[in-house]
């Protein structure tokens, strides 16, 4: 009978402690899962929400899969809200890589948004000032520094076909059997049709000075200086001299990084 005792106690202890286990490690899951919400909805992390997360996982048991199953979908959907409001600054990029790093999140589960991530980061290097210098083609001149160079196409509007519009076959009178007359019949005018084609084909330079298109059948130089304005659009990059649009298709090419690094040249030249 003692033996009995003994064993029945024995096994309620475990109980008692198994349960006491069960509500820690739900207690546990709920602190963090009420963490991980909060940074959610406020759809940014915070220095203080890092200290805070380091402060719970000291406190709380939080095994690496709830670690994982809930600071993977976190760090996406902070990451998707910090691009769309247009706050993916290096503060924040610092912050999402140590929020990253506090919960051992392996690189393997986000390598899209690492690569992500780490383009924003050379755009905001390149948006600070930080233009990397680059290997041209174009032979530069004195104090002339090349920031920008890539393969490209010339496009220029071009008649790509003609139709004729307005003819008339007229109207035909029997006026006997056998015979009859077709007047009013005209031939119409001819009208071309215009579109944007490929017209060359070569680089595009852009320096601290100016943008040189060197093509295997033209040359095209605009002076910083003369430039009026430029816009991208995609893959598409035009240029205003003079009231004379040039426009370029840029080939292979990131387009984020490749907007950067205009906009600062030309902020540059402006002062």
Not at 163 to 179: E, I, L, M, P
Request: one cysteine or more.
């Amino acid at each position: 009978m003692g033996h009995l005792k003994i064993l029945l106690s024995k096994i309620r202890l475990w109980l008692k402690n198994t349960q006491a286990n069960r509500r820690m490690a739900i207690e546990s899951r709920a602190v963090f899962a009420n963490k991980i919400s909060q940074i959610e909805k406020q759809q940014y992390i915070s220095s203080q929400d890092i200290i805070d997360i380091e402060q719970i996982l000291e406190r709380h048991k939080i095994s690496q899969w709830q670690k994982n199953g809930l600071g993977i979908p976190a760090y996406r959907r902070t990451l998707k809200a910090l691009i769309s409001n247009g706050f993916l600054n290096n503060s924040n990029i610092y912050n999402l890589e140590r929020f990253k790093e506090v919960l051992k999140i392996k690189p393997i589960y986000l390598q899209n948004e690492s690569k992500i991530v780490e383009k924003q980061r050379t755009v905001n290097l390149i948006s600070s000032g930080n233009l990397p210098l680059v290997s041209t083609n174009l032979l530069l001149k004195k104090d002339e520094t090349a920031y920008f160079y890539e393969i490209a196409d010339l496009l220029e509007e071009r008649v790509i076909g003609r139709q004729y519009v307005g003819g008339s076959s007229g109207v035909s009178f029997r006026v006997a059997k056998g015979v009859s007359f077709r007047v009013g019949a005209s031939r119409g005018r001819s009208v071309s049709e215009r579109g944007t084609v490929v017209t060359d084909n070569g680089s595009l330079t852009i320096t601290n000075k100016r943008i040189v298109f060197v093509g295997a059948n033209k040359t095209i130089t605009i002076k910083l200086e003369n430039l009026a304005h430029y816009s991208m659009h995609g893959e598409i990059l035009s240029f205003s001299d003079r009231g004379k649009n040039k426009t370029f298709q840029l080939l292979n090419c990131d387009q984020d990084i490749t907007k950067a690094k205009i906009d600062t040249i030309v902020r540059r030249f402006q002062g």
